[in-house]
Every structure is written in C-alpha cells, then in structure tokens.
C-alpha cells in the first residue's frame, strides 16, 4: 500500500545555505509567480510581503530554492516580462526593502533566492528606449535597440520577415518627433519589448553592473529568461518562411540559439565567480535538441538549463526513457546536472496536460479528465524527483492544482490571447493566485479578491484542506521531497540502471534505491524490489511481487 514517511519535515537552516556546497547539482527549486502566491497588502494582487509570509511554508515542503518571477519596475503589458528599471521594485509588489527583507528572512529558514532576468528585451518605458524615441533617428540610443529603416517605396515595410512569438510581425514602426512615420524596431515578443541590441558595448555593461546590484543584495542566483535570444544573425536575414512558431524547437532560427551567446555567458560567469557562496545562473534555453541545451552549461558558462524537452513529452515509458536518456548523456560531458520540469508559468499545468489525449502540446484549452490528470501527475512528479541531478516545481503543482481553462475572455491578461497567430495565449489558466485555505474571498491568497477569478473547486485544494491528510498531494510531495534529502542514492548523479520491466512501464535502480513508474492504464505486476518508501498510488505486495495500480510510480528501498 502507499507509504507516508511518519518523520518531521526536514528543517532547513542559516547554515544549510552557508555550507551545503554545489547545491545546484539536487536542488530541488520552487518557483513563485508573485502575483499569484501571496497577497500581503490586500489589494488582489500578490507581492513580495505576501511572499515573505509563506516562507515558512516552503520550507517545511522541503525545497532548497525559491525562483521569483519578476517583481521590478515595469508597466506589465507581459507580466513583468517587461522591465523598466531592473534595480528597482514595482510598487504592486513592494519596495527595495521588501526585496531585502525577504532575502534575508529565506537564508534565515535555509532557502536560497534565485531572481529573474530579462537581458533579451527591455519595457518600451525602459529610460534608454524613452529617450531613444525621443532624440530620433541617429540618435546614439537607438543603437542600444535594433532600430532599421523599413523596406518598400516609403520604408512601409518591415525590415524583414520575422514573427514575433506572440503573433504578428516583429517589428513596429515608430512616429518620429515631428509626427512623420520613421524607423522600424525589433520585438520578438510584445511591441511593449523592444529586443536589446548585444553588440553595443553599453547593453553588455549595463547588465553586467544589474549582476552586481543584486548580488551584492545578497541573491543566490538568476534564471535567465530567453536566454537563447540576445545575439541575432549578422544582417538581420529573412528566415524565408511564415508559420514561423512551427519552427520553434526544431531548427535554429536567426533570432534564437546564436552561438554568439555563449560569450556573453562567459563574461557574465567570471562576475558570478567573484561572490562567495555557490551562487549561480539556470538559463530558459528553448534549442532544437538537449545536446544544444549543453552548450550553456559548459563549465566556464552557466549552472544548469531548463530541459524544456522533458516538459513536453508525453505520459509514455517509451518517450520519457529516451528523452532521460539523451538528457544524461547531453549533460555528462559538459559535467553539469540535468534538470527536470513539469510545469511553469508559461505551459498549461502537467494536471491538465496529462487529463487530455497526447499531441495537444503544452498549451491546452480543455479539462480532459481531472482523475486521470491527478493520478499521472503525481506518478510524473515521483519519477521526476526520482532522476539524477535538479527539479524544478511551479507552485501549486504541490496541491494537484489543474489549469484554469473556462476563464471568461474579459479577465484574460495574456498578451499572447490579444495578438493573432501567435502564442494560444491561454497562460493565464496557470496563474491563477493559489489556495491556502478552505474559505474566504480568495481561498487565504489575500482580504481583497484576486486578480484573476479562482474557480469553486479551490478551496478543496487548499494547503488547509490537504495538510497533515494521508494521501493528499500536498503531503505526497512533501514526503518525497523528505526522502529525496535524507536518500544517498537521490539527487545528484549522472546516470540510472534501467531494468527489466513490462511494457509502458519504467524500471530504474540507483544504489539501494529502484523506482518503478506505470504509465499505462492498467495494473501491472513487478518484483517488489524491497521496502515501499513511497508511492503515488495503493500498491499491494505478495510472494515477492508488487501490484503497480495504472498511472502510479513507486519507490523502493533495497538497503536491509
């Protein structure tokens, strides 16, 4: 039957941070999206002083990191993803001080901080595009940027064929100060972020000096957001083809995956090293394969990369060996960790993509069945957090939280949803602010509403309603995540002994440990490779053998 370690939840401590090091290389790392984990100040929006509240709760789950989402200046047309001023607190969030104050409150409960950055694009309210806009054509900002002259008789048209991620073209045109139609800029994203220009000395400086700010802050690191994009092809050239979005992942595109980046990551790792304290850089690298992945995670380069490529492969023993397989050997010779992820603030929640049939990709718009989604989602995240080397968790996933995907169109804030043929734009179904508590006007997220509508069926999910119950989803993570610490055999390594099993099932040892994962639909029968540590299902055992029901993962230990 499933186990649930009796234990106390292992305490982090001021010294953990301290002195545990290359804690990167099986760290487990949580990821919070600020507008939607804490509302401190009662306004509907979460913040930093919301955050700092729920420290103690991350630390009694057990993760060693806490990765926030952006929280600095911005107008927030994407979310944040648009900065302002990069050393400075949006004031929805908080101020400096609640930034330094909750630093220093996660090292006191032995979570280090990993902040993100955002060096591809800046706000088109950034200082340097205000004034770029403002000073005209020649002036010596617009360099900073990638600003061009259209094509066409009257430069109508847009300097080349690039599609911005969201949907349209990548380029708008500006009107000049004397109210003429003037130059074209690039954004791969929104035209509320205009893309950097890496080939003026003064971007490289300028975030160089950002690195500095905030690690003298104290932060133990930064996620690195499109961190495949900064460095664009020599010439701008046309890529050739539209639908451009369907090329994604599968080539490398003269705007994503330049090789030029990796100097830019050299130089940014020699200001890493100069700080004490382990800190470091985790790269939101989208490639064409995991072996390009591996190019950031050199050794004079970044820490780890996000495998993007385990996120999206479906719930099959088949796909999931293969892609664990060429992840441990991508990374092996670069003697980084691989990492592995379920979900995140941009894909629709693993509870959901799970409850629907296989081949929507990660962005989907319906329920499916939220029985099924549960039980694959939990089996998923045993068998995740059973892999070598670092994982990384979205929050809420913890509580078995599904997307949102009946949101009404009037509340939607995706700026993917507002632009045509570009991303479904439907992100906003796993940002929706998460339960604490069984009642109240947003289920203990804050006093004053949310800013997205949370759906009846939260406060069921509520940390209240699934702590201390056996079997919650909240408490399965918990006890693996327990285990996973106190287990030799978890964590960092490099390698896994797959063994023997039926098919659709996965079969693994690491030491005195083995992890059994059933991805079919039915119940299969296995050796019971020793004692049940934990299982995200009602296995049986008998005459040496073990029921695995359908969908469910175990752990075994085989130390006597």
Not at 80 to 92: N, Q
Not at 279 to 298: D, G, L, Q, S
Not at 394 to 405: H, S
Not at 462 to 481: I, K, N
Request: aromatic share 10%; glycine share 10%; charged share 25%.
């Amino acid at each position: 039957m499933s186990q649930q370690p009796s234990a106390a939840p292992a305490r982090h401590t001021a010294a953990t941070v301290a002195e545990r090091r290359d804690w990167w290389r099986d760290a487990v790392i949580y990821q919070v999206y600020p507008r939607s984990f804490a509302d401190g100040d009662g306004d509907g929006m979460g913040d930093l002083a919301g955050v700092r509240s729920r420290l103690p709760y991350l630390r009694d789950l057990g993760v060693d990191a806490v990765w926030l989402s952006p929280f600095y200046a911005s107008p927030q047309a994407d979310a944040g993803y648009d900065v302002a001023d990069y050393r400075a607190v949006d004031p929805m969030f908080g101020t400096l001080p609640d930034a330094d104050a909750l630093i220093r409150d996660a090292h006191a409960h032995g979570l280090r901080v990993i902040v993100d950055l955002v060096p591809n694009h800046s706000s088109d309210q950034h200082e340097w595009f205000k004034r770029a806009l403002a000073e005209g054509p020649g002036s010596r900002l617009r360099d900073r940027y990638h600003f061009r002259p259209g094509k066409g008789k009257d430069g109508e048209l847009p300097p080349n064929d690039w599609e911005s991620i969201f949907g349209g073209p990548a380029w708008t045109r500006v009107t000049e100060p004397d109210g003429t139609p003037g130059e074209w800029y690039l954004h791969l994203f929104a035209p509320e972020q205009p893309d950097f220009n890496w080939e003026h000395p003064a971007v490289g400086d300028e975030f160089r000096s950002i690195l500095r700010f905030w690690l003298d802050r104290g932060v133990d690191g930064f996620r690195i957001d499109v961190a495949h994009g900064l460095v664009k092809a020599a010439g701008l050239p046309d890529l050739g083809s539209h639908d451009q979005l369907k090329l994604l992942g599968s080539d490398v595109m003269p705007f994503f995956d330049q090789d030029g980046v990796h100097a830019i990551y050299r130089q940014w790792r020699t200001v890493l090293d100069e700080y004490s304290g382990d800190r470091i850089f985790v790269a939101e690298a989208w490639t064409p394969t995991v072996e390009r992945t591996a190019n950031y995670v050199r050794p004079d380069e970044l820490h780890q990369a996000f495998n993007f490529q385990y996120l999206a492969t479906e719930w099959d023993a088949g796909e999931l060996r293969a892609v664990i397989d060429r992840t441990l050997e991508a990374m092996r010779p670069v003697g980084a960790p691989a990492t592995w992820v379920l979900s995140n603030h941009d894909v629709t929640r693993h509870a959901t993509r799970f409850a629907n049939p296989p081949g929507l990709g990660t962005q989907i718009r319906t329920a499916g069945d939220r029985a099924l989604g549960l039980s694959r989602a939990r089996a998923a995240t045993l068998l995740m957090l059973a892999l070598p080397g670092s994982a990384y968790l979205y929050q809420g996933e913890e509580l078995g939280l599904p997307d949102v995907v009946d949101l009404p169109d009037e509340v939607r804030q995706d700026p993917a949803y507002f632009r045509g043929a570009g991303q479904d734009g439907f992100r906003d179904g796993c940002r929706v602010p998460i339960p604490w508590t069984r009642e109240g006007s947003s289920y203990g997220f804050g006093k004053g509403g949310s800013w997205l509508p949370q759906p009846p069926v939260w406060g069921g999910l509520s940390v209240e309603a699934q702590e201390g119950v056996p079997g919650s989803t909240l408490e399965l993570y918990r006890a693996a995540l327990r285990l996973r610490r106190s287990q030799p055999d978890l964590g960092a390594g490099d390698a896994v002994e797959w063994l023997r099993a039926p098919e659709g099932v996965l079969a693994f040892r690491r030491g005195a440990f083995v992890c059994v994962a059933n991805t079919t639909g039915e119940s299969v029968t296995t050796p019971s490779y020793g004692r049940v540590l934990l299982s995200s299902g009602e296995v049986t055992e008998a005459d040496g053998e073990a029921k695995v029901p359908a969908d469910t993962t175990v752990w075994f230990s085989t130390a006597v």
